[in-house]
Nanobody
Framework: QVQLVESGGGLVQAGGSLRLTCVASVRASSSVDIAMGWFRQAPGKEREFVAA????????YYADSVKSRFTITRDDAKNTVSLQMTNLKPEDTAVYFC??????????????WGQGTQVTVSS
């Protein structure tokens, strides 16, 4: 069982930056070496893939809409995966979810989900 807790969401003006962090924990284990991803869901829309990172951190994947603006990284010493978001746009407004244990763009590949953190970008 993997537990995921996101943080870092908030309100920011267009062009600004935010950093989301997801802390992963596994019962009776001190490390979580699994692939992870970020998805988002805007009001009235389906949840969509944002970014993912392999278990080793050697491979990263991004949706076309966020390439060159978002960066996903992991810190295995802290069991965290972060999403650095820059040059934010109003269309980035959504609830952002952390997910494990896959690096797929398809949400059905993930078994564990966080509760989400709201990101609102004002124009």
């Amino acid at each position: 069982q993997v537990q995921l807790v996101e943080s870092g969401g908030g309100l920011v003006q267009a062009g600004g930056s935010l950093r989301l962090t997801c802390v992963a924990s596994v019962r009776a284990s001190s490390s979580v070496d699994i692939a992870m991803g970020w998805f988002r869901q805007a009001p009235g829309k389906e949840r969509e893939f944002v970014a993912a990172i392999s278990w080793s951190g050697g491979s990263t994947y991004y949706a076309d809409s966020v390439k060159s603006r978002f960066t996903i990284t992991r810190d295995d010493a802290k069991n965290t995966v972060s999403l650095q978001m820059t040059n934010l746009k109003p269309e980035d407004t959504a609830v952002y979810f952390c997910a494990a244990d896959s690096d797929s763009e398809y949400e059905t590949a993930y078994d564990y989900w966080g509760q989400g953190t709201q990101v609102t970008v004002s124009s």
